[in-house]
């Protein structure tokens, strides 16, 4: 594998961003939901304008990863309330962490979760935190192996169909 490097994202690269966003999605989950409920979901809650309105806005922080010269995924870190069972500790929440499908495997999610949990210190944050589908079992595994523990877990609507995400958190 190439050397892995890592830029934070701007406005300009919203399109990218978006794109990136909806094609890992769609074939992480396509083959677990209704294509109705994807449709759904791509088209109303995670379309392609809303995904680029988030780039540069206030709270969000962007970190692409490229390998080779060729973007191999992103993090979206963004700073938010506490969630309802979460102490008053300093915290930033791990929204997304999209490996591209082909990449998966090849170390991009662990390059990207260690620049999560710098950019978290250096932040001064005592806590990372994320959300992740109950029946995203790989994911989940990986979070574990990162010292990442359920604490909690919150509905998640993919369309019409309301599932469970666990909510999981690493002190820093």
């Known amino acids: 594998m190439s050397t892995l490097i890592i830029r934070i994202a701007g406005k300009n690269d919203a399109e990218l961003i978006a794109d990136i966003s909806r094609q ?3 074939e992480t ?3 677990q939901n209704t294509q109705e409920n994807m449709d759904i979901f791509m088209t109303k809650q995670f379309s392609k304008q809303k995904l680029m309105e988030e780039v ?5 922080i962007f970190l692409l990863a490229y ?9 979206r870190l963004k700073e938010t309330e506490q ?5 008053k500790m300093e915290s930033i929440e791990i929204a997304r962490l ?8 090849t170390g991009v999610g662990s390059f990207l979760m260690q620049q999560c949990i710098d950019t978290a210190k250096k932040m001064n944050k005592n806590k990372i935190w994320l959300g992740v ?3 995203n079992y790989r994911a989940i ?6 010292g990442f523990e359920i604490f909690s877990e919150q509905d998640f609507v993919l369309g019409n169909d309301i599932q469970r995400d666990w909510l999981m958190q690493k002190f820093l």
């Open 24 to 26: 890992v999605f769609y």
């Open 98 to 105: 999209y490996a591209m499908t082909t990449k998966i495997g």
């Open 141 to 146: 595994r990986f979070y574990k192996k990162w």
């Open 67 to 75: 390998d080779g010269g060729k973007v191999a995924g992103y993090v």
């Open 133 to 135: 589908w109950e029946k």
């Open 83 to 87: 969630e309802k069972d979460m102490d």
């Open 29 to 31: 989950f396509s083959t």
């Open 56 to 60: 540069g806005s206030a709270g969000n």
